[in-house]
Structure formats: C-alpha cells, structure tokens
C-alpha cells in the first residue's frame, strides 16, 4: 500500500491548536524513527485512538510502536472542545435502529461507560489535565429544542442512564443564562484539556514500554512473509498487526478512512480568564454544554477561569472575521452579564462525520484494523475503541463481539462539495442569525 498525496493540514500555526497548546503540560520526550525496528503492533496516529491502543496493549507487555506523522495530539485529539460525552451525537434508538440490537444496545453499552474509562486513566497514570466530571448540559433552544431532548431523555432513562432534564428556571441557574428553554443533564459526562490528555496518555505508554515516534509519517506499508513493514522518510517497523488511527487527518497507506469522511470545520474562541463574580455565574460547577441548534454552539471553561466558545466553521479567509464577530455577538446575547468580549485565542480543526453519524470498524487488509468517524465525539470514544483494539489483537475479544460490524471504507457522493457547503454555508448563518 503506497500513500496517496492528501493535502496535508498547515502545522506551526497558533490555529490549530490554540488555548490548549499554550496551557497543557509539555509532551512527553519522543524521537523521529530512523532505523528499522521490529515490534508486535505498529499503531498509525498519535490520537486517543492510537495512543489508548499503544497504553493499553503494552500494559499487557505486547511491544507496540506508535507513528505520529507530526505531533501527538495534532489532530482532532489536540483541537477539540473538550467535552467527554456519553454516546454518540445521534439518538440511542436510532443509534440501534441503524445497527440492529445487538450491536446498537452493545456500541451504547461501551459508549455510555466510556466517560468513566477516561476518568480511570486520568486517575490511575495521574494525568494532568484539568479534568472535571460534573456532567454535560445540552440546551435546549426553543420548544423544539426541547422536545428533542425530551426524545433524548426518554430513550437514556430507558437505558438506565443518569440524565436529567431540567426547566428554564434550573438551566439558568447551572447554566448561567436564560436563553435556554430546559436542558438535557448528563452525570457520566465531563470536561478534560484535551491536548493534555493526549500527552498524558502518550505519557502513560511510554512509561508502560511502548514506544513513540513523532514526525515520523507512515508513507507506505508492505505485507511480507506474514507481518507488515510500514516505511517512513527514515526507518520502517515490521510488525504481526498494524493499528491504522488516523481518522480525520488520515494521510499514508490508508487515506481512504479520511476520503469515507465529510469533513465539517470547527471553530473555538477562548476568552481571558474571568472575574470570580463571571465564574461564579457561568457554569459554576464547570459543567460543559452545547445547544440543540443545527449548527450549533459548544461552551465550557478551561481550568484557569477562561470561557471557551465554539461553533461550526473555520478560521480561514473571510471565515476568520465573520465567525469572530458573530461569537462577540452571540456571548453577548447568551451571557449579557459578560459585557465586552475579547478573546485571548482562536483555533479550528476538521470533524470527520459518516454518511449516518456513526463510526466505523475497519480490516484494511489481514491484520489492519481501526476504528474512525466519530462525529465529534471522540474523547471517550477513541479512548474505549482503542482498549478493544487492544483486546481484540490480545485475543480476548472475538471479532464477533466487537462493538461495531466491519465495513469496507466508501466514499460519500459529493464530499468536496458538501464540504465546501459546510465551510460557505457555516459563515452564511453566522452572518444571517438574526437571534445572535
Ligand atoms: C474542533 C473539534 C472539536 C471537537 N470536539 C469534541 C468534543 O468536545 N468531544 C469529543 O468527544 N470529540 C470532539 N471532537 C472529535 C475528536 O477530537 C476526535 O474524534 C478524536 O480526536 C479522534 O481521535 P483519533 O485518535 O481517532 O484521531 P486524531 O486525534 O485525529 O489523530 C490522528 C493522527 O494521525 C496522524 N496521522 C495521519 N496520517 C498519518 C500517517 N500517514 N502516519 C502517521 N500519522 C498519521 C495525524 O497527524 C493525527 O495526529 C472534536 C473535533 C474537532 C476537530
């Protein structure tokens, strides 16, 4: 398999990674591979995905060596909100309804102790990263906004979830503003820096034995007698198994997981850090949220006090200035109590989203297998895909009780231009939205 030429994302630029690249504690110490080496599993992507993989088979004293093509958490991994969620971004029912009971009730299982999964991590390897597990809000705007969350809670509750829909009146009082119609509480859910946790958990395989090369892209990977070597500019892994975890930035042998994707952009301005009386009023108990609009809104604070508030778009061209005014704009109507907004960093990255927003389990070739596609929910998730990786390649789970069944990657009609009417179509609503 020879890689295809993907465009490549912009790296050195303050856009990417934005508050989480001047907050989170330095990356652990890794090196560009320039040698051939030989390991039980080469895992491709230095992500949760990738890296939860690596952590978890080299506890189990399996040699793994992971390649970053740039650096870890330069992905999704590095740029997202932060939000540790239960469950997939569409609802439990049509969740099963897309892929039967058994593996529907089985993916819902997995996804919703997935939060907890991360909480144990963090816990257990002693990760800093500004964790917060006091639940999730999602708000509802309108009464249609709340009769969907009302769909949401039912389908949870049914499932034994810890949800709980609050009013107007108590969303205002968590949330800190009153635009909200009700809100969808979620107790498994928190808040991580996500750029920290990613460093952490590369933190935490390394001191497990497994080993991490960084700027070290793999540009190719050959079968030969039975195992895979994959190249890179410098050296090459051989390798029985081969973990591809590259998702929305996939670029290499199997770029093929990226073009199944439509990419959505997503933006996020992070304010200064507030005055105690701001902190004390919004989302006092560090609560994350979102909004049930189609093109919606994400809000949270960071460990130091700072608002972070995101929407769909990107942070390039007349993208930058549109989405940046309509944020002060949108603060100041949601959290009039805030005033005057500026706002101390701004980043954006790509959401790979699946023709039915659900991810995928992938065998590329014997003994390459993945899993991408989360639809901007891929803390927890990435974090419990890679565990069962882990056991699947350890032989303790069979392939007929993974979580998802395996599909061939395929490419949605229309990507570019779907793309291109995310992008466009993001700043025509943020210039258009008359409520903001
Ligand atoms: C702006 C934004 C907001 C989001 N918000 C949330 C949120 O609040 N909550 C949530 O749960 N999820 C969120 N997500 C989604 C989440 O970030 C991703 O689903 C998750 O990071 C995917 O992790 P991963 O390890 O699978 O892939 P990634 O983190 O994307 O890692 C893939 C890695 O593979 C590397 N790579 C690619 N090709 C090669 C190659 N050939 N050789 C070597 N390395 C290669 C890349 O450089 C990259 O570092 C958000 C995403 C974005 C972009």
Redesign the pocket.
Known sequence: MH?TDLEYPVQNDSRTHGLWARTAPPAPITSVLGERITVDVAV???????LSTALHLSQAGTRVAV????DI?????????????AGMWVMPDVLTATLGETYGERLLELLGGAPRLVFELVGKHGIECEIEHSGTFHCAVGRSGLAELEQRAAQWTARGAPVRLLDATETAECVGSTVYAGSLLDLRAGTIQ?LAY?RGLARAAIECGARIFTH????SATPTGGRWRIHTGGGSVSADWLVV?????????WAQIRTEQIHLP???FATRPLAKNLRDSILPELQ?AWDTRQVLS?FRMDGHGRLVF?SVGALRGSGTSVHEAWAKRALRKIFPQLGEVAFESAW?????MTDDNLPRFHMLAPNVIG??G?N???????TAFGRILAEHINGRIPESQLPLPVTQPRAPRMRRLKEAFYEIGSQIAHITDARH
């Open positions: 890689g491709i992507g230095g992500g949760y995905t990738g390649l970053e093509a740039a958490g330069f992905g999704g991994s590095g740029r997202n909100v932060g939000l540790v969620n996500p990613v070290s892209r793999a540009v975890a590259t998702d929305a930035y996939s670029t290499g042998p997503y933006f996020n994350g994400s995101g954006y990255g790509q959401i790979g899993f991408s989360y901007g929910r891929g803390i927890a998730p990435g």
